[in-house]
T-cell receptor
Framework: AQSVSQHNHHVILSEAASLELGCNYS??????LFWYVQYPGQHLQLLLK??????LVKGIKGFEAEFIKSKFSFNLRKPSVQWSDTAEYFC?????????????FGGGTRLMVKP | NAGVTQTPKFRVLKTGQSMTLLCAQD?????MYWYRQDPGMGLRLIHY???????AKGEVPDGYNVSRLKKQNFLLGLESAAPSQTSVYFC?????????????FGPGTRLTVT
């Protein structure tokens, strides 16, 4: 079974700092990759996803992620964070042909952006 | 569209009590899921359903049962609650087909078992 690791459990940044959150997965074949965000008191929502094509994907709110197959990584980046980016971020993976399109999530990274 | 809704939002149970969590979606999605979220462990899949009348076990199914009698509803039951089931429970749904389809999540149910 595949697994997903998020290296940083807690990240604290000041506004305008650059962000990079790490995500590694353990499956050697073709995968679909997702980043979800959970703002305080809200439900999870999709930030971006990769399933084929350009390994650099852009999502909502200025976020982007790069799929590096050789490193089994899908790191999330944002050049300049805002206070409103304070949230928990989850990386997730699934296999293209799995029955039910089940997702495997990483443990999450809590980001706090100080104004 | 309400999207995915969950009832109740909060609940406190005593050990041994039972309860049912209700998930409803109005997007005509075929697939539905129940996850639990625990600090540092992300979301873990409890059970899922690929269609009305069908359910399957996920990663952490023990102590839970589910039913999907109607396409739009997915119920999660705890027959005899234990403190280890204290968690936040999320329901999600998605279209059938490509695994790249995103899952849409409900607002969550915070359950405390004392």
């Amino acid at each position: 079974a595949q697994s997903v690791s998020q290296h940083n459990h807690h990240v604290i940044l000041s506004e305008a700092a650059s962000l990079e959150l790490g995500c590694n997965y353990s499956y050697g074949g073709t995968v679909n990759l997702f980043w979800y965000v959970q703002y305080p008191g809200q439900h999870l929502q999709l930030l971006l996803k990769y399933f084929s094509g350009d390994p650099l994907v852009k999502g909502i709110k200025g976020f982007e992620a790069e799929f590096i197959k050789s490193k089994f990584s899908f790191n999330l980046r944002k050049p300049s964070v805002q206070w409103s980016d304070t949230a928990e971020y989850f990386c997730a993976v699934n296999l293209p042909n799995n029955a039910g399109n089940m997702l495997t999530f990483g443990g999450g990274t809590r980001l706090m952006v100080k104004p | 569209n309400a999207g995915v809704t969950q009832t109740p939002k909060f609940r406190v149970l005593k050990t041994g009590q039972s309860m049912t969590l209700l998930c409803a979606q109005d997007m005509n999605h075929e697939y539905m899921y129940w996850y639990r979220q625990d600090p540092g462990m992300g979301l873990r899949l409890i059970h899922y359903s690929v269609g009305e009348g069908t359910t399957a076990k996920g990663e952490v199914p023990d102590g839970y049962n589910v039913s999907r009698l109607k396409k739009q509803n997915f119920l999660l039951g705890l027959e005899s609650a234990a403190p280890s089931q204290t968690s936040v429970y999320f329901c999600a749904s998605s279209h059938r087909g490509r695994a790249s389809y995103e899952q849409y999540f409900g607002p969550g149910t915070r359950l405390t078992v004392t």
